[in-house]
Every structure is written in C-alpha cells, then in structure tokens.
C-alpha cells in the first residue's frame, strides 16, 4: 500500500493547483469554466486541509514569460500563548489576512 502523509499531499496539491494556474494563465489552457473549476477544487481541498494558499504571478522579464508561485501556510498547533501572538503577528504581516 502507497502510504502519503499529509505533508506529501499537500505538496502534490499545492504543484497541481500551481500547473493549473500557470497553464491558465500562459495561454496553455483556454481560460474555460473546467480549468478554473479545477483550481477552486483544488484551493478549497488545501484549505479543508487545515492550510492557506498564497497565488502570486511574476513577470519574469527575461523570459517574458508570468511565473505562477503558490505558498502554502500550514496553522501552526500546540503554540504558547505568546508564540501564537508572535505567529499569528507573522501570518498577518506576510499575508495580509486575519487568522
């Protein structure tokens, strides 16, 4: 039996919603309800998850080309109080949002 920790799955979640994105946005794809469906599907698997996504396109200018990041930000557990504060201080600031 294939056994994949969670860690695992969330990785290969993370590089297909990051392939759908790219591919979409590269013109690879056309820009059709079925990709766009799939990357909500995805998005929303990773958040059931316990985790948040982060999607940011660059355009790398020496290629021309838009490079598709996605980040994904596992809630840390069994934090301190004061760890927690410092934490969630951290999320906020990279992220923008309110945990």
Same mark, same amino acid.
């Given at each position: 039996?294939?056994?994949?920790?969670?860690?695992?799955?969330?990785?290969?979640?993370?590089?297909?919603?990051?392939?759908?994105?790219?591919?979409?946005?590269?013109?690879?794809?056309?820009?059709?309800?079925?990709?766009?469906?799939?990357?909500?599907?995805?998005?929303?698997?990773?958040?059931?998850?316990?985790?948040?996504? +982060?999607?940011?396109?660059?355009?790398?200018?020496?290629?021309?080309?838009? *490079?598709?990041? =996605?980040? &994904?930000?596992? #809630? +840390?557990?069994?934090?301190?109080?004061?760890?927690?504060?410092?934490?969630? *201080?951290?999320? =906020?600031? &990279?992220?923008? #949002? +309110?945990?």
């Amino acid at each position: 039996m294939n056994h994949v920790s969670s860690d695992e799955y969330l990785i290969q979640l993370a590089n297909e919603l990051q392939k759908v994105l790219s591919d979409c946005v590269m013109g690879y794809s056309i820009a059709t309800d079925e990709p766009i469906e799939r990357a909500l599907r995805l998005k929303r698997e990773i958040t059931m998850m316990g985790a948040l996504t +982060k999607c940011q396109y660059i355009l790398n200018v020496e290629s021309g080309q838009i *490079d598709t990041i =996605v980040t &994904i930000y596992k #809630v +840390k557990e069994n934090l301190s109080s004061e760890d927690q504060k410092i934490y969630d *201080d951290w999320f =906020v600031k &990279i992220n923008g #949002v +309110k945990i």
